[in-house]
C-alpha cells in the first residue's frame, strides 16, 4: 500500500510500504476513507532531523474495518470507525479514569512498527478499546465532522472542560487554528455566552464567529492584552483556553485571565516553562490542560456532530488525494491552509 513517510524537516513523500496485517489477536485493519494533516504535524515537519529510512506520520483516520483478530468483540468487516489520536485498550485504570492517552498497553501512530494515518490503511492495535463505530456510511457527507473526532474537536473540547467552561463563565480563546476554533465551538456547546476569540487571520475568526465567537480580537501582544481587559471591563475572563503552544500565547494567557480564573493549554508547549512568579499566585491562577484523551469525548460528542447541531469538520478548507499529501503540509504550514483533508 501508499502512506506517508516524514525523512526530515520539509521532506514528505508518500511511498510503498508494506500491506498493513493482523500481528496480535487484539489487532483490526482498517482501510482509510479520511485522514487529515495536523497542527502538530508541523511541528517535525519544521524541525525533524534528516532520516534516511524515515517514519510514518499521521494521527488522525476514520474508515472501513476489513479484518478483525480473534480477540476483537463488537467491530466487524464493513464498519466505519473513527480512531482517536492515541490507541489505547479503553480498560486498564487510566483508561477507565478517562485518560486514555496515558493508557498502559496504548502507544502512539507512526511509532516504530506502527503505521501512520495518512496511508491507505492502517494496521489498529488494541482495536476494541480505540476504534469508535461510527452508524454512517462510507460516503457520508458527516465524514468531515467525523473526523474531526479524531483529535481537533474533542482537544478543543478537553480544553474547555479542563478550564471549567460553563454558561457564567467568560471565555478567551487564543489561537485561530483548527484547535482553538474548536475551542470556541466547544465553548459554546457548554453554554458560555461570551467568547472573546484573538486571531488574526479573517477568514479563519470569521468561522470562530460562526461557531461562537461573540468578539474578536486581532491584536497580538499587549496591544491584544489591552483590548480583551478594554472588552471584559478590565478584568480579563474567567477561563482562557491555549490553543496555540507557543511563549507568547501563555504570556497573553496570563494577561487576560481574571484573578480567581482558569488557564487551559493545548497547543502542544514549544516552550519549556511558564509564568510561575509571585504575580501569578497573588492572582490565584489556576494553570491546567494537557493532551486531550479524545477516545473519552468521542461517545459524548458524537450526537451532536450526526445530528449536525455541530460542524466541527468546517475547519478542513482543502482536500487532496494521498499524492497531493507533501503540497498539503507546504500549504499548511504556510499557512494558505487551514487544515488539509486527506482523501486516500
Ligand atoms: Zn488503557
Redesign the pocket.
Known amino acids: 500500500m501508499r502512506a506517508t513517510v516524514i525523512h526530515g524537516a520539509g521532506d514528505v513523500r508518500v511511498e510503498d510500504v508494506p500491506d498493513p496485517v493482523l500481528r496480535e489477536p487484539t489487532d483490526a485493519v482498517v482501510r482509510v476513507l479520511r485522514s487529515c494533516i495536523c497542527g502538530s504535524d508541523l511541528w517535525p515537519y519544521g524541525s525533524m532531523p534528516v532520516s534516511e529510512q524515515g517514519r510514518r506520520i499521521g494521527h488522525e483516520f476514520l474508515g472501513v474495518v476489513e479484518e478483525t483478530g480473534v480477540e476483537v468483540s463488537g467491530l466487524r468487516p464493513g464498519d466505519v470507525v473513527v480512531a482517536p489520536f492515541v490507541w489505547?485498550?479503553?480498560?486498564?485504570?487510566?483508561?477507565r479514569e478517562g485518560l486514555?492517552t496515558?493508557?498502559?498497553?496504548?502507544g502512539n501512530w507512526g511509532a516504530p512498527g506502527v503505521d501512520g494515518g495518512q496511508g491507505e490503511a492502517v494496521r489498529v492495535p488494541q482495536a476494541q478499546?480505540t476504534l469508535v463505530k461510527l452508524p454512517v456510511g462510507e460516503d457520508s457527507a458527516l465524514l468531515p465532522s467525523l473526523l474531526s473526532l479524531s483529535d481537533v474537536f474533542p482537544t478543543g473540547h478537553h480544553c474547555a472542560v479542563t478550564a471549567g467552561v460553563n454558561p457564567r463563565t467568560t471565555v478567551t480563546v487564543i489561537g485561530d487554528g483548527a484547535v482553538g476554533l474548536c475551542a470556541v465551538l466547544a465553548a459554546k456547546r457548554l453554554g458560555a455566552e461570551r467568547i472573546i476569540l484573538m486571531g488574526r487571520h479573517k477568514a479563519r475568526t470569521d468561522l470562530g464567529r460562526e461557531f461562537g465567537a461573540t468578539d474578536v480580537v486581532a491584536e497580538r501582544g499587549e496591544e491584544g492584552v489591552a483590548k480583551v481587559r478594554e472588552l471584559t471591563g478590565g478584568d480579563g475572563t474567567h477561563t482562557v483556553l491555549e490553543c496555540v503552544g507557543l511563549r507568547p500565547a501563555v504570556e497573553t494567557a496570563y494577561a487576560v485571565v481574571r484573578a480567581g480564573g482558569t488557564i487551559s493549554r493545548v497547543g502542544a508547549p514549544q516552550y519549556p516553562d511558564v509564568p510561575a512568579d509571585f504575580g501569578t499566585f497573588l492572582r490565584n491562577i489556576t494553570l491546567t490542560g494537557g493532551v486531550a484523551p479524545a477516545r473519552a469525548y468521542i461517545e459524548e460528542l458524537l450526537p451532536d456532530v450526526l445530528e449536525g447541531t455541530v460542524q466541527p469538520g468546517k475547519v478542513f478548507d482543502r482536500t487532496v488525494d494521498l499524492d497531493g499529501v507533501p503540497d498539503g503540509y507546504r500549504a499548511m504550514a504556510d499557512r494558505e491552509a487551514l487544515k488539509v483533508l486527506v482523501r486516500p
Open positions: 489505547a485498550d479503553n480498560t486498564c485504570d487510566f483508561c486514555q496515558s493508557c498502559r498497553h496504548g478499546g
